[in-house]
């Protein structure tokens, strides 16, 4: 397996709703947020045993080449595949896929993983991807499925369809983030499965279908060439579309596998509460379901709910779990005002 596999991992988000810890100079996948490794350094451990580290490729913003490097520096510095400028998962993994097709290794299996995702049982990870390197070699496009533990309605869902062969199942359909009725149905019915944007296949395989259902992208990436950094105005002439809209949801050969592991996708500070992501003295009085990151201090909360208070060297962020999602805003106006800030 580990002579015609793969471990891509995706590193080029910017992580907004992390703010103010994560910043445009270092985003949250390089940071510690849950133990003594960054987020990417734990996503690249996780292959340990079925890909050499010379084998794990990432696909990252230009300006975080230097930090990947230092993170990882058992990477092979041709696997490290430098961004210009985001343009969403569908052209991140197509240019991952037509690198090593361009090496004339099209028949080798990618296991794409996002850097800043929380698995608890790497063993089970590695177990999960096992499993799905069959299918994937047969030529099947093949998602990792999370079993729900509860009706998440900030996640997409994948439908279970037919049993291929034990522990694999056909998609019979891609459903968008539900409102909360509809998710407890889905959990109620034990035949869904939360989207997690883990995917294992061949990189011929992925190519092919992109050619199929994204043709402009395609003829884009073959423009690319072998070039591990690519002219700006080149790569941005990229369509930029993700890689579950702009195929998943359309082709007809694809499996799930379900997980053998806990998974957090830890997208907010609400969210990694769970994770238990915190730092620093706290004296809770009357308070619950709090979040807080206060280095070096000692943090007082006296009678607060579902509340992240998060402080760094030149921003103090206050709030309510309910604005989670409104945070990325400020970050947008930020951007304009204080571009220093983030």
Not at 170 to 181: H, I, L
């Amino acid at each position: 397996m580990k002579s015609s596999f793969y471990g891509v991992i995706m590193a080029g988000g910017r992580g907004t709703r992390f703010w103010p810890l994560s910043t445009r100079k270092m985003p949250k996948q390089f940071l510690k947020l849950t133990g003594c490794k960054t987020m990417l350094q734990e996503t690249a451990i996780r292959f340990k045993g079925i890909c050499d580290p010379g084998r794990i490729m990432v696909v990252t913003g230009i300006d975080h080449g230097e930090t990947v490097l230092e993170q990882l520096p058992c990477m092979d510095h041709k696997n490290l595949l430098l961004e210009p400028s985001g343009r969403n998962t569908a052209a991140c993994i197509g240019w991952a896929a037509r690198t090593l097709v361009n090496r004339g290794e099209g028949s080798a299996v990618m296991a794409v993983v996002p850097s800043d995702h929380v698995v608890d049982n790497a063993e089970g990870f590695r177990e999960t991807l096992s499993i799905a390197v069959g299918p994937a070699m047969d030529g099947m496009l093949v998602t990792i499925g999370i079993p729900p533990d509860h009706p998440a309605t900030g996640y997409g869902y994948l439908e279970q369809g037919e049993e291929i062969e034990k522990d694999i199942y056909r998609v019979s359909a891609f459903r968008e983030k539900p409102d909360t009725d509809t998710a407890k149905e889905y959990v109620a019915s034990n035949r869904y499965f939360w989207n997690a944007g883990m995917f294992i296949w061949r990189a011929d395989t992925i190519l092919n279908e992109i050619s199929l259902h994204l043709p402009e992208l395609a003829e884009g990436l073959e423009k690319l060439g072998s070039d591990t950094s690519p002219e700006i105005s080149l790569y941005n002439s990229l369509p930029s579309i993700s890689i579950d809209y702009g195929v998943m949801e359309k082709a007809e050969n694809v499996a799930v596998v379900p997980a053998r592991f806990g998974w957090n996708d830890i997208g907010d500070w609400p969210t990694a509460r769970k994770c238990d992501v915190a730092k620093g003295e706290v004296i809770s009085v009357d308070s619950e379901n709090t979040t807080v990151w206060n280095e070096g201090k000692l943090t007082v909360l006296m009678g607060l709910k579902n509340v992240s208070v998060v402080e760094t060297d030149s921003v103090t962020l206050v709030m309510s779990d309910e604005y989670s999602q409104k945070l990325k805003d400020v970050v947008a106006k930020l951007e304009k005002e204080k571009p220093d800030l983030v």
